[in-house]
């Protein structure tokens, strides 16, 4: 690892490699354009064990290389860590041509996986594969302790690449609609498709609990809106805007409306509802009445204060989404609660709140289900610490190079 | 609670601009004391308006373009003070504090503020794990530029360049190591949160773009070792990356 101690033949063996690499590299970016160009199409990442294959395959490869690299120079310059250096450059080349110049996601369309990839990137992350696998391979054939900390970079970067690429093909998510007291039995794919669900889920209840809203000041003339931003429809609390200062009599987050007053009714359909009484502090006027955001039901209420100027309450912000869930496929009926950040495992499937009727908000009787499978992600996340411990390596490596540098 | 910001600025600008003068004409080790009080003089009164912040928050402050470059440059200055204390590098510090500065007069004037109220995604410990991870990196991203910079003038003045791209290497490496650390708890977040574990989106393309950027740079020092010349360059130009996911970052949040 101590690259002062190198031996000329080294450095200029790298040089070779680099160069190899580099016009290899260069070919394929040539080629992959041009045949990208010609004929259009698109690759879809096999799921297993067709993905597993194509590992195996490129690894076997890279083996079998490997073993032969004193035989030929050229296998013996793929071998070496430097051909990693146009792969790298071939990827982040290819990433920025398909996003900036063709407008388009790697994917080639909007779907937010590469499950679909264009042939560039296709070649690009098969070649950067290749690589690894033939430094990581050379690497344990020929183990060097000085060499640990690339030799860990570059495992956790194979392990990161490989499962990025298992994970793409065996990632499943299905979104479920599911209504309050009502059973789920089908499923959305990514494609829309609608398929049956895994396990039949009642949605018992859903639960969504809101922030108290802001209230704001809006010109209706310049279509301009002034806020503060600590200042919510909390009962009692007083805030400036412009210049009127609006005190909350109090703040009802379910009301409904009789005559020109709310009062509390917490019944589907209510809305957030505030008493105010708002001073204009440079002519004294005062002014009180009600604000309300309504509701699916009740329709928006501002309080005007003068030709242009009304104070408005904004829709308020969830704070905590749940739904209440029986599972009713497994053995016994099994009662769960699924909420943002905390989803719920069950048989390989993670269940996720994602979603409601953004229309009713907390009194929306439908919950929005994402059912995902991502079986690779220890070995993400494996691969990641490798990287993280190659990384460790490196730095006490390097430290202990500059204080060798230091006393000399 | 934003107002009190315009209370803290001042006197950490003063502290700073102090320290500044200082350093400019006091180099001698033992000002060292004065040297680092004064940078602490400065940066302490921001590290109290962020406890304030938090407090008054009840949770971390990373949600906002403001707080993110409030904290980026607490991070960059204490950065800073760490590689004149370990190095003796005056001018380190000094560059430090001057983008410092500049990032929290922006912050001054930009009136994003803070989030109080968090939507449930980022009600998530991996959230602030991936924020101030990646702020980290950041300000460790600059002090490799700034060194790479250095690297450059010395390779056109015909002097050694050896040691600066040491100590570069020693930023880039620590760089990564939380670049990684940011990744990984991003990465979980985000599988806790929707159950995507990569979305290619602008943001963590050129998160991902950068990271590999900054391994190419290791590799080229690891298996180019004679090339400083190129190395500096690279060094110079690769912040260009991190400065685009930054202003991708600023444009996602705000």
């Not at chain 1, 996003?99 to 950067?128: A, E, T």
Request: charged share 10%.
């Amino acid at each position: 690892m101590n690259r002062y101690d190198l031996n000329n033949n080294q450095a200029i063996d790298w040089l070779y490699s680099l160069s190899f690499a580099s016009l290899i590299t260069f070919g394929l970016l040539l080629f992959s354009i041009g045949l990208q160009y010609f004929i259009n199409i698109s690759v879809i990442v096999p799921s297993w064990p067709l993905n597993g294959l194509v590992i195996v395959l490129i690894t076997g490869v890279a083996a079998a290389l490997a073993f032969y690299r004193q035989r030929f120079s050229f296998i013996a310059w793929l071998c070496n860590g430097t051909t990693l250096l146009p792969a790298i450059v071939l990827f982040i080349a290819i990433l920025i041509i398909t996003v900036f110049f063709s407008g388009h996601d790697v994917s080639g369309n909007n779907i937010v996986f590469p499950d679909q990839c264009q042939l560039p990137f296709v070649v690009s992350v098969l070649w950067l594969l290749l690589v690894l696998s033939l430094s990581v391979i050379r690497m344990l054939f020929e183990f060097n302790t000085n060499n640990i900390a690339i030799l860990f970079i570059f495992f956790g970067l194979w392990i990161v690449l490989s499962a990025a690429i298992l994970n793409t093909g065996d990632y499943q998510r299905l979104t479920v609609n599911v209504y309050e007291d009502e059973m789920a039995e089908t499923a959305m794919d990514k494609y829309n498709n609608v398929i049956q669900v895994p396990f039949r889920m009642r949605l018992n209840r859903f639960y969504l609990s809101e922030y108290n809203p802001e209230l704001a000041i809006v010109d209706e003339s310049q279509g301009k809106i002034y806020r503060r931003e600590d200042f919510r429809a909390d009962s009692g609390s007083t805030g400036y805007i412009l210049d009127w200062e609006i005190q909350v009599v109090r703040y009802i987050s379910g009301a409904w409306k009789l005559g020109s007053i709310f009062y509390p009714l917490n019944e589907s359909g209510s809305a957030p509802a505030a008493e105010l009484i708002v001073r204009n502090t440079s002519t004294q006027l005062t002014t009180d009445g009600w604000v309300s955001c309504g509701s699916n039901v009740l329709p928006q209420l501002r309080m005007q204060l003068d030709n242009s100027h009304q104070v408005a309450m904004a829709v308020p912000d969830p704070r905590e989404v749940k739904s209440y869930l029986t599972i009713l496929d497994a053995v016994k009926p099994l009662n769960i609660i699924t909420s943002v950040n905390k989803p719920v495992a069950f048989d390989g499937w993670k269940i996720y709140q994602v979603g409601y009727d953004i229309r009713k908000r907390r009194w929306s009787d439908l919950s929005i289900i994402a059912l995902v499978k991502a079986p690779w992600m220890p070995l993400i996340y494996a691969g990641l610490i490798f990287i993280l411990a190659g990384l460790l390596f490196f730095l006490v490596n390097i430290f202990l190079v500059f204080r060798k540098y230091d006393v000399e | 609670m934003w107002s009190k910001f315009q209370y803290y600025l001042p006197i950490t600008l003063l502290g700073w601009i102090l320290a500044l003068i200082s350093m400019a004409v006091f180099r001698k080790k033992q000002f060292n004391f004065l040297n680092v009080f004064l940078v602490l003089a400065g940066t302490v009164p921001m590290i109290m308006f962020i406890a304030d912040l938090w407090f008054y928050l009840q949770t971390p402050p990373f949600h906002t373009v403001d707080e993110a470059g409030i904290w980026l440059s607490v991070f960059l200055t204490l950065s800073g003070l760490l590689f004149f204390l370990v190095y003796g590098v005056t001018w380190m510090p000094m560059m430090c504090i001057v983008i410092s500065s500049a990032l929290l007069i922006i912050c001054f004037f930009s009136h994003q503020g803070f989030l109080k109220y968090l939507l449930p995604v980022y009600q998530s410990v991996w959230f602030i794990i991936h924020v101030a991870a990646y702020l980290v990196s950041i300000a460790l991203l600059i002090i490799s530029w700034l060194m790479g910079l250095r690297s450059l003038v010395a390779v056109y003045a015909k002097r050694d360049t050896k040691l600066f791209l040491l100590q570069a290497d020693q930023m880039v490496i620590s760089a990564l190591v939380f670049f990684t650390v940011g990744l990984l708890s991003g990465i979980r977040w985000s599988q806790q949160a929707w159950g995507w574990w990569w979305l290619w989106n602008g943001e963590e393309l050129f998160g991902l773009i950068t990271g590999l950027a900054y391994l190419f740079y290791l590799l080229l020092r690891q298996y180019l070792p004679n090339h400083e010349k190129l190395q500096a360059w690279v060094l110079s130009l690769l912040f260009i990356f991190s400065a685009v996911s930054w202003f991708l970052l600023v444009n996602v949040t705000g």
